[in-house]
């Protein structure tokens, strides 16, 4: 698998960032051969967006999964989109993340951990940003399962009254 690392340097002695969209580097890893592929991160300076480009960036550089500390709202989406994993790590060096993701310590995130702009100095809240991004996703979990439910009740009526 292809990761990509939010990281401090280019190395996997680097310390892993706990910042995505306006973090120094990527470190590009190949969890199969350990091969190392560093990026300064074109989105690091950017005024409005680094989360987006960031997260572009990576996906064009061909990340199937991102390990970071903190993923916002606009990010998450490019990346979720790209069928992109990511993964939330604590503080330590990339080769210690990559370890923890190989051990399977890591659980991929299902929502975004910041507020929008947090990379711009807003407040952040996490938990409940988090809940209420996982409850959005359960509400829209139902109404799907809801929908498949009345389209199979109906086809099972329909057969009933067949027979």
Do not use: W
């Not at 910042?19 to 950017?46: K, S, W, Y």
């Not at 970071?68 to 790209?82: C, E, I, K, P």
């Not at 996490?126 to 809801?146: G, K, M, T, V």
């Not at 109906?154 to 027979?163: G, M």
């Amino acid at each position: 698998m292809r990761i990509a690392v939010s990281a401090d340097g280019p190395d996997l002695e680097s310390q892993a960032s706990p910042i995505f969209g306006r973090c120094p580097m990527f470190v590009l890893v190949d969890t199969d051969t350990l091969t190392l592929e560093p990026h300064d991160n074109p989105a690091q300076n950017a005024g409005d967006g680094a989360g987006i480009e960031a997260a572009e960036f990576v996906v064009a550089k061909g990340a199937q999964a991102v390990l970071t500390g903190n993923v916002g709202a606009n990010a998450y989406r490019v990346l979720n989109a790209a069928q992109v994993l990511v993964y939330r790590i604590k503080r330590g060096t990339v080769g210690q993340a990559v370890q923890s993701l190989a051990d399977g310590k890591l659980t991929s995130t299902r929502s975004p951990n910041v507020a929008r702009y947090a990379g711009l100095g807003a407040p952040t809240a996490p938990d409940a940003l988090a809940r209420s991004e996982e409850i959005a996703e359960i509400e829209d979990e139902i109404a799907r399962l809801r929908r498949s439910i009345d389209t199979l009740s109906a086809r099972l009526n329909e057969l009933k009254k067949e027979t």
